[in-house]
C-alpha cells in the first residue's frame, strides 16, 4: 500500500495519538495495516489489544538493536584501550580518555544512546496501552454493575 487509508490514520490519531503515519517506518506501516484489518467495527478495547501486539514484536526488536549497539560501542572502546595501553607509559586513565574521544567512538555511543532512548519509549507506550485497557476494564465493570443494579430494582 502506497497511500494511508484515511480511516486508519483517523484512527491511529485518535487511539494512540499518531499524528502522521509514514508507511516507510516499519512500525507505522504494520500499525496502519492492523487497524486496516481491524475493520471499522472494531472497538476501542480490540485495536488497543491489537496495537499492543505489534508494538510488542517492535520492542523486541528495538530491543536487540540496542543491546548489540551497546555491545559493539563497550567492544570498541575495549580494542582501543587495549592498543593504547600496549604504548610504552600509557596510563589506564588516558586510554580511556583517547578512546572514548575517538570520532567512531562517538558515533557508536551515539548509536547505541539513540537505540537505548527508542527501546525506553517503546515500554513507556505498552505502559501507556496498558493503562488504557485497565481504564476500559474498570469502566465496564462500573457501568456493568450499574446494569445490574437497575435490573434488581
Not at 499492543?52 to 543491546?67: K, P, S, T
Not at 474498570?138 to 443494579?149: E, F, M, P
Request: no cysteine.
Amino acid at each position: 500500500m502506497t497511500e494511508v487509508h484515511p480511516g486508519a490514520a483517523h484512527v491511529l490519531r485518535e487511539t494512540i495519538g499518531l499524528q502522521n503515519v509514514d508507511l516507510n517506518d516499519p512500525l507505522h506501516a504494520q500499525l496502519h495495516q492492523t487497524v486496516l484489518g481491524l475493520g471499522a467495527g472494531a472497538t476501542f478495547g480490540q485495536r488497543v489489544v491489537a496495537l499492543r501486539f505489534v508494538f510488542n514484536w517492535h520492542l523486541r526488536d528495538a530491543g536487540a538493536q540496542f543491546a548489540t549497539a551497546k555491545t559493539e560501542y563497550e567492544r570498541h572502546l575495549a580494542v582501543l584501550k587495549t592498543r593504547y595501553l600496549a604504548e610504552p607509559k600509557m596510563s589506564v586513565a588516558k586510554a580511556e580518555v583517547m578512546a572514548e574521544a575517538d570520532d567512531e567512538s562517538y558515533r557508536l555511543k551515539l548509536t547505541y544512546l539513540l537505540a537505548e532512548q527508542r527501546e525506553r519509549a517503546m515500554r513507556k507506550f505498552l505502559d501507556t496501552l496498558e493503562a488504557a485497557l485497565d481504564t476500559i476494564g474498570r469502566i465496564v465493570r462500573i457501568s456493568g454493575r450499574g446494569i445490574v443494579r437497575m435490573r434488581r430494582a
